[in-house]
């Protein structure tokens, strides 16, 4: 579950730096842009309205807070009902980590998910290790848009994959 999909936001490329590497680690609480996942208001960062910031690549997109984006991953799921904290998007994919939801919020959000046709080769993981309670749902569409939903140590997000 963990892989390809959420590498770039728990590790691998792209925005390895949130959890702690170079360029982004401010984002969970550095310097900088740390009251982004507990300020009133995230704060006015290039990009966070949704659009691509001119500085990338053609076809790539990051964003910090602000509106859900519309885009071709966007239009095949729900709007969640919380915030974005941050968001990354290729050609291929597009990842978001949530702000401020909770377990309970994040399956009521994968039912969503399954409601939109969500549920082809679905599968699902419910566990509490060492009480740690980790929570993805990930399945496909009829045109093959692959989600990823999570849920652990109190971070959550989504990937949406295209076919």
Do not use: C, H, R
Request: glycine share 20%; hydrophobic share 35%.
């Amino acid at each position: 579950m963990f892989g390809d999909g959420l590498s770039g936001l728990l590790g691998g490329d792209g925005l390895s730096g949130l959890l702690g590497g170079d360029g982004l680690s401010g984002i969970l609480g550095g310097d900088g842009i740390s009251g982004m996942l507990g300020g009133d208001e995230p704060p006015d960062i290039p990009g966070g309205n949704g659009l691509p910031d001119p500085g990338f690549a053609e076809g790539l997109f990051e964003q910090f807070g602000g509106d859900w984006p519309e885009n071709d991953f966007t239009k095949q799921i729900p709007k969640p009902d919380f915030g974005l904290t941050v968001g990354d998007m290729t050609d291929s994919e597009f990842s978001v980590l949530f702000q401020g939801a909770t377990i309970e919020q994040i399956k009521d959000y994968v039912e969503k998910v399954k409601a939109t046709g969500f549920t082809v080769n679905a599968s699902t993981e419910d566990e509490n290790i060492m009480g740690i309670v980790i929570y993805s749902y990930e399945a496909k569409n009829s045109a093959g848009y692959k989600v990823e939903v999570f849920s652990a140590m109190g971070m959550a997000g989504l990937t949406v994959t295209k076919p």
